[in-house]
């Protein structure tokens, strides 16, 4: 690794240390401009009583001291505190729980996503203007074209009560097939068409050509040369894709009813529980950040041409 390549990457982390600050920051602050409180829905709550909870939270401290305990706890023990509404719990535990489901969801999801999207996006591009070319596109179009909670009601519809084929509940036995086609095919249908442009860029260029004419199989041109400088701009999506749909996946989730992380976010904010909700939010940018991070870092191993400047 020489020096240029070190510099980019403690370059990039640092950008990424520092939107994760900031990411922690505004949450918190934006958290505590919310008005009412974290008791307000406590059943017939006296204010003595409200009092007492707000000391045991450290609640009735200046917002800058919260501030800085909440940003130590995290730096130091990764530590978001405990949870407000799930007694005796702490938040990075609930948060844990749910994203063994989560991250399961969206591993598989991406991967069916990126396998069948690259495949289907170069059999596209092989097959230019031909039947197999247009029918692909189509389906892309459409699938790029509907939400996922879209797509979730209908699959839901379809093979879980019309055909009763797979089940409703994604805590049940196969309930995470229908989340998992949900979540995949968006991503699929945009993987393929961002194969097929790349693809269809490539195989137009010089040394595609000059392969071609020194007689190269066009099996090695098609794998060892197209597909490969073609997955580039894959990879720069891949990355930050697998976060967004581990991130994404709440309103699915809720759909099917997966014990997930969405499930655990969307319950913390209608029960106002201030240290779940920023907790999770946090968690999940990180995610995101993380993820493009090393798609960046990957640019390098896909096509060593590149140059970190």
């Known amino acids: 690794m020489n020096s240029k390549t070190l510099f980019y990457i403690l370059k990039r982390i640092g950008l990424a240390l520092l939107t994760i600050w900031v990411v922690i920051t505004v949450t918190f602050f934006v958290m505590h401009a919310v008005p009412g409180g974290p008791f307000m829905s406590e059943k017939a709550i006296s204010e003595t009583a409200q009092k007492a909870l707000e000391e045991k939270y450290g609640l009735d401290k200046p917002l800058l001291e919260q501030y800085g305990t909440y ?10 505190g405990p949870s407000l509404k799930q007694r005796g719990r702490n938040v990075i535990d609930i948060i844990a729980d749910g994203m063994k489901t989560s991250v399961k969801l969206g591993v598989i999801a991406a991967g069916i996503a990126g396998i069948v999207g690259i495949v289907l996006g170069a059999w596209a591009a092989l097959r230019r203007n031909k039947l197999i070319d247009k029918v692909i596109m189509v389906i ?27 089940p409703a509940n994604g805590a049940a036995s196969g309930g995470l097939i229908l989340p998992i086609i949900t979540l995949s095919l968006y991503p699929m249908a945009y993987i393929t068409r961002l194969t097929r442009s790349s693809m269809l860029d490539v195989l137009g260029q010089d040394y595609i050509r000059t392969a071609k004419a020194k007689g190269v199989s066009g099996r090695k041109i098609i794998f060892g040369h197209a597909l490969k400088n073609s997955l580039i ?5 891949f990355g930050p894709m697998l976060a967004y749909i581990v991130t994404g996946s709440l309103v ?14 969307v319950k913390s904010i209608t029960d106002r529980d201030y240290p779940m909700v920023m907790g999770t939010t946090i968690v999940l940018a990180v995610l995101i950040v993380v993820m493009n991070l090393i798609s960046d870092i990957l640019y390098k191993v896909v096509d060593p041409r590149i140059n970190f400047d």
Not at 152 to 165: E, H, K, N, R, Y
Request: cysteine-free; overall charge positive; proline content about 5%.
């Open 71 to 80: 940003l130590k706890d995290i730096v130091t023990k990764f530590d978001f």
């Open 140 to 166: 892309t179009t459409a699938f790029v074209s509907m939400p996922s909670f879209i797509m979730g009601s209908l699959l839901l519809v379809l093979f879980a009560i019309t055909w009763m084929i797979l």
């Open 233 to 237: 701009p894959v990879i720069t999506y």
């Open 252 to 265: 699915v989730e809720k759909i099917f009813a997966v014990p997930g992380i969405g499930r655990a976010f």
